[in-house]
């Protein structure tokens, strides 16, 4: 993305950190103008034309009885079956993402003998790491300040060999994370992950949950078969490789509050509410 539209990012996250924290106060749109030092009119424009909707109209589904209301309500995520194993997992041919994982010899050499390509890239949802091994996405984590990507990598696949060329990868950028404005073409995303089989059924579950809609730790342990798992689910969900294709943000506490995220609070408010305004728009 352009360098305006990453400044406008950080401007919206500042907006929604505002937005939340005071919603009971119902906050101005010169409240929030003034957090990014815009005008009115200049900040009404910048933040619908991110969002699709109105700062107030964004807000509403950030609170606590709209999240309340998507658990009520629910997904049927039970309706699937995650009984095939390992070797059966993650083919799952009628979703946009399509989640293979490794073989056991393939986790245990950790990548050796692999090449994976990465890059950092901008995104309406900021700054993140891209990587694949065999044009499938095996990395995509949103970046702070302090990351490194290359310790990241080194961490996750500790033995592949590393080639940065974002140049080969920006057309999956495009496909992830379209400009505003722009429609990518709906082709499958290939995603290739190391885990458990645990771990695996767990975010094979999560790529049934909708795009805007949110459900608890315990609808997807329920999902998967077992229902006393729940904190092993959040286990799984906080280590998931994949950031946004398998969206874990859409996992939140059974009481309606967004609970934690491993790329940042703010983020995933910004997601789930994009996400919420796109849908519903």
């Not at 009971?24 to 929030?32: G, H, I, K």
């Not at 009115?40 to 619908?48: A, G, I, T, V």
């Not at 592949?160 to 950028?173: C, E, F, G, S, Y």
Request: aromatic fraction near 10%; proline fraction near 6%.
């Amino acid at each position: 993305m352009q360098s305006d539209q990453v400044f406008t990012y950080r401007q919206i996250t500042t907006a929604i950190e505002h937005l939340t924290a005071h919603f009971r106060e119902q906050p101005s749109l010169a409240s929030l103008a003034g957090q990014v030092n815009l005008s009115e009119f200049h900040f009404q424009r910048l933040f619908s034309e991110w969002a699709g909707v109105s700062p107030k109209k964004f807000g509403q589904y950030l609170t606590l009885s709209y999240a309340k209301e998507q658990l009520r309500t629910g997904v049927p995520l039970a309706e699937a079956a995650y009984g095939a194993g390992l070797s059966g997992t993650g083919r799952l041919h009628d979703l946009f993402v399509r989640l293979e994982g490794v073989t056991p010899g393939e986790f245990k050499r950790g990548g050796q003998g692999l090449q994976l390509v990465y890059g950092v890239f901008e995104s309406r949802f900021g700054a993140y790491l891209l990587g694949t091994i065999n044009g499938k996405i095996c990395v995509l984590h949103f970046l702070q300040e302090a990351d490194e990507p290359v310790d990241i990598l080194n961490r996750m696949w500790p033995e592949a060999t590393l080639h940065h060329d974002p140049a080969a990868l920006q057309p999956l950028t495009e496909q992830i994370f379209p400009a505003i404005g722009v429609s990518a073409p709906i082709r499958p995303l290939h995603v290739l992950v190391k885990g458990s089989p645990f771990q695996l059924k767990v975010w094979e579950a999560l790529l049934r949950i909708p795009e805007g809609r949110l459900v608890s730790y315990d609808a997807v342990a329920e999902a998967i078969g077992q229902p006393a798992a729940s904190r092993a689910v959040g286990t799984a969900i906080g280590s998931n490789p994949v950031g946004y294709l398998i969206p874990c943000h859409r996992v939140i506490r059974k009481t309606g509050l967004f609970g934690g995220y491993r790329w940042g609070l703010v983020r995933k408010q910004a997601i789930l509410g994009w996400e919420a305004a796109h849908v519903n728009g």
